[in-house]
């Protein structure tokens, strides 16, 4: 079992930065595949980012302007958010994939509000 925790939600003027932090109850990140995903009202959830021993991913409408990052000694994924655009306003969801079984969980979600 992996309990993931977010921080660092909350209201942004489009053009503006936050950083996302999730802080997980394993460190051995080296069997998991940690990701960012989001989810807009009446939308799918969908991956944002992830990051795995073989380097990381993001999806083709925040490259560029999301990193992805992991801190081993501190057992967080983090997610910087740059340049931010009201269509990035979604709940966002810190995500563990084992990547030898089909175990995945989920954390309880962070709302990201971008508007003027």
């Known amino acids: 079992q992996v309990q993931l925790v977010e921080s660092g939600g909350g209201l942004v003027q489009p053009g503006g930065s936050l950083r996302l932090s999730c802080t997980t109850s394993?460190?051995?990140?080296?069997?998991?595949?940690m990701g960012w995903y989001r989810q807009a009202p009446g939308k799918q959830r969908e991956l944002v980012a992830s990051i795995s021993g073989s380097g990381t991913n993001y999806a083709d409408s925040v490259k560029c302007r999301f990193t992805i990052s992991k801190d081993v000694a501190k057992n967080t994924v983090d997610l910087q958010m740059n340049s931010l655009k009201p269509e990035d306003t979604a709940s966002y969801y810190c995500?563990?994939?084992?990547?030898?079984?089909?175990?995945?969980?989920w954390g309880q979600g962070t709302q990201i509000t971008v508007s003027s």
């Open positions: 394993r460190s051995n990140f080296n069997i998991y595949i």
């Open positions: 995500n563990a994939k084992n990547r030898f079984s089909a175990a995945q969980y």
